[in-house]
């Protein structure tokens, strides 16, 4: 299950327990739209209680980030997950995107915002 929210500019995520196809699929549509009228994103995902993801979504993200490598400006992951971390560094391969994993809310947001990162 996913949360979605998003401003100008930024699309947030949250995802509860499996991440799985149909999920993703939300999360493209949301993207897709506001690429389309808005350009480029910022991306933040918070990914601290997702318990696993299916192999069809580790297949449709690398999709995604080749289709669409110029299309993130900064992508902050929440996670302490080393397995998702390390995926996180992976999706850089097929992205043109600053990414960063952080273990706490604030400094993934002040990061996003601009602001020094303590």
Do not use: C
Not at 23 to 44: A, T
Not at 71 to 82: P, S
Not at 94 to 115: C, H, I, K, N, S
């Amino acid at each position: 299950m996913i949360t979605k929210d998003h401003q100008p500019g930024l699309v947030e995520v949250a995802v509860f327990g499996e991440f799985e196809l149909a999920d993703y699929k939300e999360f493209e549509e949301l993207v897709n739209y506001k690429i389309k009228f808005e350009g480029p994103q910022n991306l933040f995902m918070d990914l601290r209680k997702m318990t696993g993801f299916t192999v069809d979504v580790a297949w449709e993200e690398i999709k995604y980030s080749r289709e669409h490598k110029r299309d993130f400006g900064k992508i902050a992951i929440i996670t302490e997950d080393q397995w998702t971390t390390w995926s996180a560094w992976i999706s850089q391969l097929f992205v043109e995107a600053d990414v960063q994993v952080f273990p706490e809310e604030p400094e993934a947001r002040a990061w996003l915002a601009g602001d020094p990162v303590a």
